[in-house]
């Protein structure tokens, strides 16, 4: 009947119209739609941008990524370390050391670690809840624990009684165990091992330009800079 051919052809036009709208869904959000949309490249992570003393995000698909731009945080980022998941970022001002949280979420804030040292090197362990700082200035190292939601100082240790500077740190995933690697000159120094309740211990000579420890948690591997050499420490 009549009726019935009016009746197949509105159903077959409301069909057509919906999956137009499931194709190109924000044509059909007008005009207060798309300004409250939030339309953002996708992020793989973000990156410190040492000649901005900055942070800035990774954009885009493996193979095609670019650096977007960087994020005000209202000091400037003299260092920055990441965990994992990239949700947070451990900082360093020229006055302060600071959690940026909320980066995943694209809400981003700034809470400053009290009684934290001024760092010059930072390292996280692998889980992001412990940190370990050191500061050139006092000649010493701090551990953080608590991250990122309640950071907070558990032991400072003054390194005074050691000649040279230190060139690397390295913390491991438990975040109870770390190297310090200690520069005397070009061509000397030695590795210290500090249990975050423990006292500081001699390992070895060797000169440190980095270190890594490795999956057992207690060995690692360190490059010693002036021999040239990679070394296991166990």
Known sequence: TAAMVRSHRKYRMMSRLLMIASAFPFAF??????????IRPPQSGFVWDASLQAIRPVQGLPGAWTLGPALNLGVPVLAARFPPDNNFALIASDSSVA?????SAGKVAVVPVENALTADLMT??????????????????QWLQGLPS???VVRTISLADLGGDVTAIAMNRGGNL???GIALDDNNGSLHKLHVRGALGFVG??????IVFAQNDRDAYLTDSAAGTLMLAS
């Open 99 to 103: 959690i940026v949280t909320g980066l």
């Open 29 to 38: 959000l007008g005009s207060a739609g798309l300004a409250s949309a939030q």
């Open 150 to 152: 309640n950071p907070a």
């Open 205 to 210: 000579n060797t000169h440190a330009a980095s």
């Open 178 to 180: 770390a190297l310090i």
């Open 124 to 141: 996280l362990n692998d889980t992001g809840t412990t940190a370990l700082l050191y500061s050139k200035s006092q000649r010493s190292v």
